[in-house]
């Protein structure tokens, strides 16, 4: 009976105790490398976090050395508004998506220059010196300069308006 009921799955042979102690040796050793791998793991990933962390500290600090308040932006929707910050504002994605940028702040970078076939006006309206870019291979758009000293980057001449202090064509 005890030949069926094992045939069966109904009782279970017990293992001989020497092949019992090599086989908690062997997973011993194996839970030990997965906690040395796992211990290894978290280090690296403390440092990389550490690391993140000074460098976002380090450039956010008003003193830092080479420091920027320049925040980037991506435009979702139709027209796309900056803030009065320092900003660099990018177009959205895709071809023959027809973008209007505005851009409120000083010191502003608009961009509608990565994707072409679509008509987009970009608009520097604050003071300070902006940098509107609008060559992106049609000559369809417009860079619309405001107060305070604007470059605009184009396709051809067409594509600036009078407010654009310095016309680059592309």
Request: some cysteine; proline content about 4%; overall charge neutral.
């Amino acid at each position: 009976m005890a030949l069926g009921e094992r045939a069966l799955g109904h009782a279970q042979a017990t293992p001989p105790k020497g092949n019992l102690k090599e086989r908690r040796k062997k997973m011993g050793s194996k839970v030990a490398k997965v906690l040395v791998m796992v211990a290894v793991l978290l280090v690296a990933a403390a440092a990389a976090v550490a690391a993140q962390s000074a460098s976002s500290s380090a450039s956010s600090s008003p003193n830092a050395v080479g420091s920027s308040s320049t925040t980037s932006k991506q435009c979702y929707s139709v027209p796309c508004h900056g803030s009065p910050n320092r900003e660099t504002i990018y177009e959205r994605i895709g071809d023959g998506k027809r973008d209007i940028i505005k851009g409120y702040g000083n010191n502003d970078r608009l961009h509608a220059n990565t994707y072409s076939n679509d008509r987009d006006q970009v608009y520097g309206m604050g003071g300070g010196t902006d940098y509107l870019y609008v060559d992106d291979g049609d000559t369809l758009d417009g860079a619309i300069g405001g107060p305070g000293y604007d470059y605009c980057y184009v396709d051809a001449t067409v594509e600036a308006s009078n407010p654009c202090d310095r016309v680059i064509t592309r």
